[in-house]
């Protein structure tokens, strides 16, 4: 089983910054792609940034030059930069690993449980 624990949720101001982790652990053979999205209140959970293994990385439009995601497959441990934060980029933020279990599987997803990323004055 593949758990992720994310962390480094919270309060910030406009024009602010926070740094989101989201760390796998568990039994498993390797982790594919990563990714963060989002959810907003009345809205649908959207995808915010994600990256490959080999460290190719996109990202929505509405923030892009503003979130950096970036990795540490030793770690199996996924980042995201977030600065410039607008009250507009208020959300849960979710993390997402897509992991091969086994040599003999095929790949899955997995969730984090979600950290609430709140901005505002």
């Known amino acids: 089983q593949v758990q992720l624990v994310e962390s480094g949720g919270g309060l910030v101001q406009p024009g602010g910054s926070l740094r989101l982790s989201c760390a796998a652990s568990?039994?498993?053979?390797?982790?594919?792609?990563m990714a963060w999205y989002r959810q907003a209140p009345g809205k649908q959970r959207e995808l915010v940034a994600a990256?490959?293994?080999?460290?190719?990385?996109n990202y929505a439009d509405s923030v892009k030059g503003r979130f950096t995601i970036s990795r540490d497959n030793a770690k199996n441990t996924v980042y995201l930069q977030m600065n410039s934060l607008k009250a507009e980029d208020t959300a849960v933020y979710y993390c997402?690993?897509?992991?091969?279990?086994?040599?003999?599987?095929?790949?899955?997803?997995?969730w984090g449980q979600g950290t609430q990323v709140t901005v505002s004055s």
């Open positions: 997402n690993a897509v992991v091969q279990p086994t040599t003999s599987r095929g790949l899955f997803d997995y």
């Open positions: 568990g039994s498993f053979f390797r982790i594919d792609a």
């Open positions: 990256t490959t293994s080999g460290g190719a990385t």
